[in-house]
C-alpha cells in the first residue's frame, strides 16, 4: 500500500525551540510538499522540492526551511518556533508533470506553547 | 490571478439528503487540471477526482457526481443520499498551466460537511 509517512501525528513544542518535521514517501515521487492548515485559510503551501536538494519557496516560507537529501523524505524546519506557527502541517507528494494528484499524509498536528 | 472559491464554509444535512458543494475558479490558463479531495477526521486527504480542462464530461461515480462547466468556471460536487460517513472537510483545487514540472496545486478553502443521522 503506498503512502506518505509523516512521522509524528501530535507534537508539542517550546518557543524558541528548533522543530524538525519529517515525512517519508515510497512511491518513487519526484515532487514533494508541505503545506500547513488553519481553520477558515485552507491549504497554504509553505515549500515544495521537485527533485533532491531543489527547494522552491511557496507563499508562506517566512520562519520555515527545508532539506532534501534524499528522492523520498522531505524534512520542515521550524528555526524558532513561536506561537503563531501552531497548526496542523500536511505533507504530500506527486510526480513530475502536470496534472498528477497528490498522495497526502495524514499530518502533524504541531502546538506551540 | 489564480484563484479557487469555495463560498460554503460548512454544510449541515440528514442522512439520505442530497448536497452539492460549490467550486468557482479563476485562471488566465487555457489548460488545466482540476480536482477535488476528501479530509475525513483522521485528517488524511483522500483524492476523489481529476479533470482536465478539454474534458467537460459530467462525471458519476456511486452516490458522487461532479459538474464541470467552463461557462461559468465551476467545477461541483454532488453527493447523493448522503451518508453520516460522509462527513469531512472537501477541498477543490487547481492546477494551473503555469506549474511546469511542479505541479502545483491551488487549493480553495474548504467546505465542511456534517451529516446528520
Known amino acids: 500500500d503506498v503512502k506518505v509517512t509523516q512521522s509524528s501525528r501530535y507534537l508539542v513544542k517550546r518557543t524558541g525551540e528548533k522543530v524538525f518535521l519529517e515525512c517519508v514517501q515510497d512511491?518513487?515521487?519526484?515532487?514533494m510538499f508541505w503545506y500547513r492548515q488553519d481553520p477558515g485559510l485552507g491549504l497554504r503551501l509553505i515549500y515544495f522540492?521537485?527533485?533532491?536538494?531543489?527547494?522552491e519557496k511557496g507563499d508562506i516560507p517566512e520562519g520555515y526551511s527545508v532539506s532534501r537529501e534524499k528522492k523520498e523524505r522531505f524534512s520542515l524546519i521550524l528555526e524558532s518556533a513561536s506561537t503563531n506557527q501552531t497548526s496542523m502541517y500536511l505533507c504530500?507528494?506527486?510526480?513530475?508533470?502536470?496534472?498528477?494528484?497528490?498522495?497526502f499524509g495524514s499530518g502533524t498536528r504541531l502546538t506551540v506553547v | 490571478a489564480q484563484k479557487v472559491t469555495q463560498a460554503q464554509t460548512e454544510i449541515s444535512v440528514v442522512e439520505k439528503e442530497d448536497v452539492t458543494l460549490d467550486c468557482v475558479y479563476e485562471t488566465r490558463d487555457t489548460t488545466y487540471y482540476l480536482f477535488w479531495y476528501k479530509q475525513p477526521p483522521s485528517g488524511e486527504l483522500v483524492f476523489l477526482i481529476r479533470?482536465?480542462?478539454?474534458?467537460?464530461q459530467n462525471e458519476i461515480s456511486g452516490r458522487y457526481s461532479w459538474n464541470f462547466q467552463k461557462s461559468t468556471s465551476s467545477f461541483n460536487f454532488t453527493i447523493t443520499a448522503s451518508q453520516v460517513v460522509d462527513s469531512a472537510v472537501y477541498f477543490c483545487a487547481l492546477n494551473p498551466n503555469y506549474g511546469g514540472a511542479t505541479n502545483k496545486l491551488i487549493f480553495g478553502t474548504g467546505t465542511l460537511l456534517a451529516v446528520q443521522p
Open positions: 522540492s521537485y527533485d533532491v536538494k531543489m527547494k
Open positions: 479533470r482536465n480542462s478539454f474534458d467537460e
Open positions: 504530500a507528494s506527486s510526480f513530475g508533470g502536470r496534472g498528477y494528484g497528490y498522495t
Open positions: 512511491m518513487d515521487h519526484e515532487n
